[in-house]
């Protein structure tokens, strides 16, 4: 029977390596999975690609695998960043799942005007980035970082990285983003309130932002996040 548990594990893979899982991912194997000693399963990390491995001993607190060969090569997604205002927990969760499935390389949460949230649980976010990896068969898991602060991220940003600025008073429809260039690109969602005029004009004079519409309707944060990651995606990543 082919393996349907898939983890993400931060060790290195090689041909024999052993290794030993985290706590909480030997109780989901043995508690909830039933797994037990000889089943085989698959691993993944963000360089090695992903194993088939089999439990050599385990309990409900430890496990040890065997990487037994290579499935097939770790496949990273395009240079494309993500930065978004938190929202409620639920939808910013959502979120972090949803940018990882479409294929970001790095998460941003990032403070603006209206942001309503100051806070995120950095590492409850990257737990979801990871298990949205496994969930969908990726084979890299992107970095949530820090929530950051808009203006201070845009004033220090870097020369050669592209804006993909999701604008609402840009009223003009993008049918194809055949003039954009290619090469790095970040993504930038605004919060329920939308940028204040003050961070619009400080997306505006950088040389490098690129103002798109998502189309006639105000669009939810999460909602956003999907379309816009589509858009780019389908004109620049790997879904061509």
């Not at 090695?48 to 491995?53: C, F, H, Q, T, V």
């Not at 959502?94 to 990032?110: D, H, N, Q, R, Y």
């Not at 040389?207 to 519409?213: G, H, I, L, M, N």
């Amino acid at each position: 029977m082919d393996p349907k548990i898939r983890l993400y594990v931060r060790d290195q893979l090689c041909d024999a390596q052993i290794i030993s899982l985290e706590r909480n991912q030997a109780n989901y194997l043995f508690a909830v999975m039933r797994q037990k000693v000889s089943d085989h399963i698959l691993i993944f990390n963000n360089s090695d690609g992903e194993w088939l491995a089999e439990i050599i001993s385990g309990s409900k607190r430890v496990v040890r695998l065997r990487c037994l060969n290579k499935i097939r090569p770790s496949l990273a997604p395009p240079d494309v960043w993500l930065f978004f205002s938190p929202i409620k927990k639920s939808r910013t969760d959502f979120i972090v799942e949803k940018a990882t499935e479409l294929g970001v390389a790095k998460i941003f949460p990032t403070h603006s005007e209206f942001t309503n949230s100051e806070r995120i649980n950095q590492s409850r976010l990257q737990a979801h980035a990871i298990e949205a990896a496994e969930q969908c068969g990726g084979t890299y898991v992107p970095k949530v970082h820090t929530i950051c602060k808009l203006i201070d991220t845009l004033e220090n940003w870097p020369e050669a990285r592209n804006i993909f600025f999701c604008n609402e008073d840009n009223l003009k429809p993008i049918r194809n983003l055949s003039s954009f260039p290619n090469g790095a690109w970040a993504i930038f969602i605004g919060p329920e309130g939308g940028f204040s005029q003050n961070e619009k004009n400080h997306f505006l004079k950088h040389p490098k932002t690129f103002s798109v519409s998502l189309g006639p309707r105000i669009l939810r944060a999460d909602t956003a996040v999907v379309s816009a990651l589509t858009l780019w995606q389908s004109n620049f990543g790997d879904w061509i």
